[in-house]
């Protein structure tokens, strides 16, 4: 192989290299798990309130959300049946808690990896006026398929002005990688209440 050749061939290399950089760029897009945008899934229940719902996502992905006894779990799949055999359907915080609406799902090219919620954990040791637990904030990372679907890392949403930033860096940096059922839900930035109340056992 010539000089002129070996050149060439490093400069499509290049070239090749670069595009898949590109590609895989990473970006944030945005769902809704509000009820208006879900089915409902049978009906509540009358003895405990019980609830679930199945919501569109992305890259052929619904999400799950079950609540019970004023606590929720959020799980991702390809189905209904697939997303509750996940880790993530079976992974509760012992406070009541709820998350909110929006669903960020963190992609690399056009294909989620992860997802990113905000969470609100009730804190029986602050009520309100009322007697009623204020909630403190947490941002949950949980990857997502291929691989199951879990838990990754979790962001003190008063601890840490820059919660968001936290957690996208946490899913770009660990979502794809962690193994579920091995690796240690990573604990990211400050600690505050929120993360003390979510690692309650």
Known sequence: MN??????????????GL???????????????????????????????STTRVCPGKGGLIVLIDGDDLREIVSFGRS????????????????FNS???TVEWRTAGAKPFAIIQRWHIADNND????GRPN???LLVVTR???????????????????ANKLARKAADDFARSFTCGKDEVKI?????????LATMR
């Open 144 to 162: 997502l398929p291929p691989g199951p679907v879990c838990h990754v890392a979790y962001v003190d949403a008063v601890a840490n002005p820059d």
């Open 188 to 196: 990211i930035g400050n600690r505050g209440r929120a993360v003390e």
């Open 135 to 137: 909630t403190k904030a």
């Open 127 to 130: 009520p309100d006026k009322k």
């Open 80 to 95: 209904r049946k697939v997303a509750a055999e996940e880790p993530a359907a079976q992974t509760w915080f012992a406070p």
């Open 19 to 49: 595009n898949s950089a590109v590609a895989q760029s990473m970006g944030s897009s945005y769902t809704s798990t509000a009820p208006k945008d879900c089915r409902q899934v049978g009906k509540p229940s009358e003895l405990d309130g």
């Open 3 to 16: 000089r002129m050749t070996r050149t060439g061939l490093a400069v499509l290399i290049s070239c090749i």
């Open 99 to 101: 998350s909110e609406t």
